[in-house]
């Protein structure tokens, strides 16, 4: 079975400070890891992914995340907030072998403030 | 590219009732995923139309049921609507089933009273 725990429901950082994400992830077979960004009233957007490449992962808008296999982590980071990152993160794990159901975490609220 | 669309945006059911919500994939998509996302809480996977057959699904009753059509759009019904499944729906699309990325639209809003 697959599960994803995100630590902390919100998140509150100043402009320009480092944002930080925190994903655990439980899985019994090799997984691929999303990190996804939902703003009001919208969508899903696919921020970055691992697919068993490359363990740092860059994504749009400035953000990256390291998969480690051994704190069965995957976190999210951006050096510097911007006001346009205040939304919803979700970190999402799949089974690994192409499109798979995604198994999502139960989100963070990133807000920003001046 | 109009990427992932559905219809409608928002709707107002009674309990009991029926919906049918529909979903037309990204162009040269062919995989057309649902999932459910309660008020507050991450998205949780319905199920996932292939090849029009379905393919993977998650843990929902027998209320829920879809269909995939010729040209990969996709319908999503929910019979005997209960105050519960009040949430959104989204739907996403991806290419095969080697793809590793799913592309989502903005959503269908349900409210069951």
């Known amino acids: ?114 | 590219d109009a990427g992932v669309t559905q219809s409608p945006t928002h709707l107002i059911k009674t309990r009991g009732q029926q919906v049918t919500l529909r979903c037309s994939p990204k162009s040269g998509h062919d995989t057309v995923s649902w999932y459910q996302q309660a008020l507050g809480q991450g998205p949780q996977f319905i199920f996932q139309y292939y090849e029009e057959e379905e393919r993977q699904r998650g843990n929902f009753p027998d209320r829920f049921s879809g269909h995939q059509f010729p040209n990969y759009s996709s319908e999503l019904n929910v019979n005997a609507l209960l105050l519960g499944d009040s949430a959104l729906y989204l739907c996403a699309s991806s290419m095969g089933q080697l793809n590793t990325e799913a592309f989502f639209g903005q959503g269908t809003r349900l409210t069951v009273v």
């Open chain 1, 1 to 114: 079975a697959q599960s994803v725990t995100q630590l902390g429901s919100h998140v509150s950082v100043s402009e320009g400070a480092l944002v930080l994400l925190r994903c655990n992830y439980s899985s019994s077979v090799p997984p691929y890891l999303f990190w996804y960004v939902q703003y009001p009233n919208q969508g899903l957007q696919l921020l970055l992914k691992y697919t068993s490449a490359a363990t740092l992962v860059k994504g749009i808008n400035g953000f990256e995340a390291e998969f480690k296999k051994s704190e069965t982590s995957f976190h999210l980071t951006k050096p510097s907030a911007h006001m346009s990152d205040a939304a919803e993160y979700f970190c999402a794990v799949s089974r690994s072998g192409g499109y798979n159901k995604l198994i999502f975490g139960a989100g963070t609220r990133l807000a920003v403030h001046p």
